[in-house]
Each structure stands twice: as C-alpha cells, then as structure tokens.
C-alpha cells in the first residue's frame, strides 16, 4: 500500500487531533485538544523558526500516521539540529513502513534545512519503535531524560 508524507496544514488537524490524542494517551499524559491543536497551528505558521509536522496519508487520503520535528542547536555538535519529538503511526497501519518513511520524511527535511542531526527519544520500553528505529540506522544513547514542569502564569494563555 502506498503512503504519502506531506506537511501539515490546517485542513488536516481535524485528523490529526485523534492521532495526536492516541499518541499522548500511550505516554499517559493528556493536554487539552486546545493545546495540541495551538501546537499545530504554531508550526504551521512559523516552520522556519519553530518546526514542523507531517503526516502519513494511506491510498484512501486517510491520516494514518504523524511525526514532529522542533528546532534546535546542540553545543555537542556545534550547530542546528532537528529534534523528532514525536513518531506516532495508528494501529491500523502499523507494520507497514510508515513510521521508516515518516523518519526518512524527517531526515530529508533535516537536511534541506542543514541541520546536522536529528535526534530523539523514547521510552525505554517502548520495544516495537526502537525495533524500528534500529532499522533506520539510529544509535542508541545512555542519556536519562529529566523535566520539570513550570507553572502557568495567570498572563500566559499560549498553553
């Protein structure tokens, strides 16, 4: 089956929103539909400056997958790099090779923009993409991730 990669556009978010909403429930988190959908809109206006999303589309036109690039600079590597901060492929067509061809989507635009790197993560138990992300050709890292959350200020609606 064939699929095809293109960049968001307003007229998607209305298909994306279940799959990004699929994607947060797996990781157990749950921001409104209000802030993924603000996400989206932020890339897609700005994808010089912020990143960029794009989708998979199966032969029926249907959004089936979506990956998330932000960007960013590395000190480590001494310039730009792109941050694959999300990869997320519905059950439906899972095994494929959405997710290889979301990837090679990213590295591409990685590479037009001359970034020197993409990177990203996942959660260490997450078998089935690092399966695929070792088919890809990605190295594996030792890194633990640490966050912390910053409380909203009352004048900040952008969240």
Not at 140 to 156: C, H, K, M, R
Request: proline fraction near 4%; aromatic fraction near 8%.
């Amino acid at each position: 089956m064939a699929h095809s990669i293109e960049l968001v556009a307003e007229g998607d978010l209305k298909e994306l929103l279940p799959l990004m909403r699929a994607y947060c429930d797996f990781y157990g988190v749950a921001p409104s539909d209000r802030a993924l959908l603000g996400l989206s809109r932020a890339l897609i206006a700005a994808p010089e400056r912020e990143g960029l999303q794009l989708v998979a589309r199966d032969a029926r036109g249907s959004v089936v997958g979506f990956a998330t690039i932000f960007w960013s600079w590395s000190t480590t590597v001494g310039g730009r790099i792109g941050i694959m901060h999300d990869l997320y492929v519905g059950p439906q067509a899972r095994g494929q090779g959405v997710a290889e061809r979301l990837i090679g989507e990213c590295v591409e635009r990685c590479a037009q923009r001359g970034v020197l790197r993409l990177e990203w993560q996942t959660a260490p138990d997450n078998l089935r993409a690092q399966a695929v992300y070792d088919r890809v050709g990605g190295v594996g890292a030792t890194w633990l991730g640490y966050a912390i959350a910053i409380p909203a200020s009352e004048a900040d609606d952008s969240r």
